[in-house]
């Protein structure tokens, strides 16, 4: 049977990456089978050509996944799909949260014909053998014989075979700016292709922040892969981005990457001995950053950026979520260890919390300007179905949109916050993001970084432009030409000292972990 694996675009922004389940599940895939994979991030497609694809391929049965921020459009492209009169089969983190949704058992139209609940590492097997006899059933759920629920167990983990899937599709240099692939050029990095590539090592977070999914979805208890399979999949990219010519940078998908500190310093240490090493990125909470031994492994394992949820710089707040943990007086301590070992530091904040009042944007900007430069992210506190938060604001009748994923609209409040309008909260996401990356601080983020490498501050100020795309629209050539424009300074400026390095060849900076670094940012 031909099997189409797909995942909508969010229809605001292009991803970056693939998505992981695809993979996985295409490697779980028992012989026999062929599986397409499309990622609407990267391919974007209208119902009418996925229908058409569909009928190409003579494709059997599709597999819809699903965040919930991108349900509507996978509703919308699996109706198209049913009534073409291919069996779709859902999953994902929403449809669990929510199956009587997409099997239309609350009253609303059915969107697929099978939902497969919570991790479908076991399940998938069977889903396939169900669709090629045509017995497919409505769940498909990873329970024992009891009738509880079983969390794949990690040791077994398949290979993905990276080197011999088709990725292109995800090449990521086919996005960049002519000049940026010229000014790489300049310095030996004549990538043919840049790919980066979700691994995860590990599933489960047991801190259960009330906003969050995880914890509810894959469980409290962490599960991880052995070191060997992991450092495996590091070098099989290795040797991909060799074969290729291209370059490989790896992100470490797991809810909190250093959740067991012994464990992932056992991982990096192995990473560092068999010369694993890729630029890679994770997230991990801030508390577990205090470890100084842990932030340099980090730093030798070849990581580059750490995605922190910092939430907010109100202790109270912080509280109102469940996530005392994070302190935020220890912050900048932490940011400026991280600094030092030349880490990025890309930190998440949420709006709208319970004491938030107007101006937290400005008190939130007014800190961030005393920490080292980095990739600062804003959004709005969002009920995602399921999670304590959600229950919390239905009990106490302050939804306003409780099916807000119907009506998906990017960076718009679900409910009412407690010490500020909706509207206030939303004007305060978009003021953080237009300070963030206004051309004024980008240029004062690369002054600050210039005794770093070139190749070091290229790559920041190519993050610094595409995250700015988080928020602001940047899809067409027009758009991404006026950021271009609205930044010439820094990019003249690097430009200039590219051309400098070019003809005056000089040594190159080596990676450094000098902790003399400046991490003071200028006035
Ligand atoms: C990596 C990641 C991202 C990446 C992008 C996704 C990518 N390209 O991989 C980035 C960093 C960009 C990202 C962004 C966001 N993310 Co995110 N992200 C994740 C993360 C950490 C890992 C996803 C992953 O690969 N997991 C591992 C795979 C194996 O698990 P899985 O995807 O769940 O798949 C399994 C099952 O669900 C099932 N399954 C999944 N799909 C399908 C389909 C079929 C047909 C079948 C049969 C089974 C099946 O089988 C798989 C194997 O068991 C998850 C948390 C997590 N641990 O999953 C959050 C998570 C998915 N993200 C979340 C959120 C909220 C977001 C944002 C909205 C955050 C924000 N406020 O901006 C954005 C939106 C992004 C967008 N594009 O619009 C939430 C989603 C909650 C929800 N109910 O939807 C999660 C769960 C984290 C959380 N804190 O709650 N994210
Ligand atoms: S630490 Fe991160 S992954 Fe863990 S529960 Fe909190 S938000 Fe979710």
Redesign the pocket.
Known sequence: MNIL?YNPD?EI?N?F?????MF??KSLTPPGHKVFLIDG?ARRLSREELVEYVRENHIGLV???A????IRKAYHMADALRAAGVPV??????V??VPDEPLGRDGEPRHADAV?LG???QT?PA?VADAERGTLKEIYAPLNTDGKEVKPCLDDYPVIPWDRMDLDQFNLIKHFPKMARRLLSLFGMTWQSFHLI?I?SG?GCPYGCEF???TG??GDSIRFRSNESVVNELLMLKALEKREKGKVAV?F?D?NFAINARRTKSLLREIIARDAQVPWVA?ISMNLLRDEELVSLIAQSGCRWIFMGLESIDPENLKSVSKGFNKPDEYKAVLERLARHNLHAITSFIFGMDNDRPGVAARTLEVIRSWPPGLPVF?LL?P??ATPLYDRLAAAGRLTRPKHWLEFKPFTMGFTPLGISTDQAEAEVRQAWSSSYSPETIASTMGWLESRSFPDRLIHLLCCLAFRGIYFPQMTRREWAQVLFQNRGPILHLLAQAMELKFKPQPREPFSLDPQLPVERPA
């Open positions: 694996l969010n922004t991803n990456m693939p998505h992981l389940w996985l599940l991030n597999g819809i996944g965040m919930t921020r991108m089969v859902m999953g994902g983190p929403h669990t949260e497969a991790e479908a590492d998938w889903i979700p995860e599933r969050c999914t995880v979805f894959f992100f998908i809810d997230q959004g969002t995602y179905p």
